[in-house]
Structures are given as structure tokens and as C-alpha cells.
């Protein structure tokens, strides 16, 4: 059974591997051809291939940085990810969960991410009375916990913005979670 398990885990990394090599493969076939169009002086055309390069190297990067979120994180098992983009903003979900309790992470990215929703987080935070800010893998992390449950919001350098809370953990029993998640990786990732 051991065996078994780890035979379909190394068939998963290959296929990644295998997915993310042909994605680049198409997302410079894209790129080659919309040069190649603008040679030709067939702008409408060029354009097209142009948004394909750009849609390409956008899912690659996305994949880069699906991998990053865990599986497990300390003894807690991630659940489905769950993935939405609309009007230039990403946000990704997970659920982490162990015999005791649930862990909700969300990452925020791109216009939502960098800006607007991180302040307004951040001025959420602050009204409701929280707002203890701490360094956490050298990045700034908000402590918004309130009433028993808890919830960080931790500033990524790349402009995106990770939550991660619980209902059922208050502030001081959801830290150790917050300390042992990637953050760094998954910034990193994210970086352009």
C-alpha cells in the first residue's frame, strides 16, 4: 500500500511537470507566432496571438503557484483548492482540517490583492479594535482575531494579501498554523 502511494505521488509530480513543460512549450509558440504576424503586418491577428501569449504565461504562473499551497500544514490536511479570477484579481481557497478543528487560508491577488481590499482589510481590522501587527517570515502580519476566533491577515511583498482565520481556534492556538504556513514560498511565487 505504501508503495502504491508513493508510485501515483511521483506519476502526479511527473504529470505537473509534464502540463507546466507544455504549457510553456504553447505559451512561446503564442508568443513566436504574434511576432511572427507582426512581421507579416497582420495586426488583428498578432493581437490575437499576443492575448493567447499572455493568457499562457498567466496560467503558468497560477500553476507555480497552486503547487505552492500545501497539502498538509503542521497536522492539519488540506481539502479541495478552490481557484476564482474575475476582472484581473485571483483569489485561491483552501481548508485545512485535523480531528479538532478547521483552518480557512485565502489568497488574494492582483488588483483586489495589492490594494484596495488589503486597506480595506487592514481598516477592518483596526476599527473592530484588533490590528496587533507582528513579523512573521519577514512579513508583516495583522492579528484581526476577535470574540475567540481567530484571524491573520499577512501582507505579501508581491502585493497579494493571505487570510488566514478559524472559528473554532482563538488567536494563540492558530499562530502556530500561521508560523508553519509557506509564506515565503508562496510569495516567491507570486513574485513577478
Known amino acids: 500500500m505504501k508503495s502504491t502511494f508513493i508510485v501515483a505521488a511521483g506519476l502526479s509530480i511527473v504529470l505537473s511537470q509534464a502540463a507546466y513543460a507544455q504549457s510553456a512549450e504553447e505559451a512561446a509558440t503564442a508568443c ?11 495586426f488583428a491577428g498578432a493581437l490575437e496571438e499576443a492575448k493567447w501569449c499572455v493568457e499562457s504565461l498567466q496560467q503558468i504562473k497560477q500553476q507555480a503557484m497552486l503547487e ?5 500544514v503542521l497536522d492539519y490536511s488540506g481539502g479541495e ?14 481548508n485545512y482540517s485535523n ?40 512579513r508583516t502580519v495583522l492579528d484581526l482575531s476577535e470574540s475567540g476566533e481567530g484571524q491573520y491577515m499577512v501582507q505579501l511583498k508581491s502585493g497579494g494579501s493571505l487570510m488566514i482565520s478559524s472559528t473554532e481556534l482563538n488567536a494563540e492556538q492558530l499562530l502556530p498554523f ?8 508562496l510569495d516567491d511565487a507570486l513574485s513577478p
Open 81 to 94: 483548492l478552490s481557484n476564482q479570477s474575475a476582472m484581473g484579481m485571483t483569489m485561491l481557497e483552501r
Open 32 to 42: 513566436s507566432d504574434a511576432v511572427e504576424l507582426i512581421n507579416e503586418q497582420d
Open 178 to 185: 500561521v508560523k508553519a504556513f509557506p509564506i515565503v514560498e
Open 68 to 72: 505552492v499551497f500545501p497539502d498538509e
Open 99 to 138: 480531528s479538532e478543528s478547521d483552518v480557512d487560508v485565502s489568497l488574494t491577488t492582483g488588483m483586489a490583492g495589492g490594494g484596495l481590499a488589503a486597506l480595506a482589510q487592514l481598516g477592518m481590522g483596526m476599527n473592530a479594535g484588533a490590528g496587533k501587527k507582528m513579523r512573521i517570515q519577514k
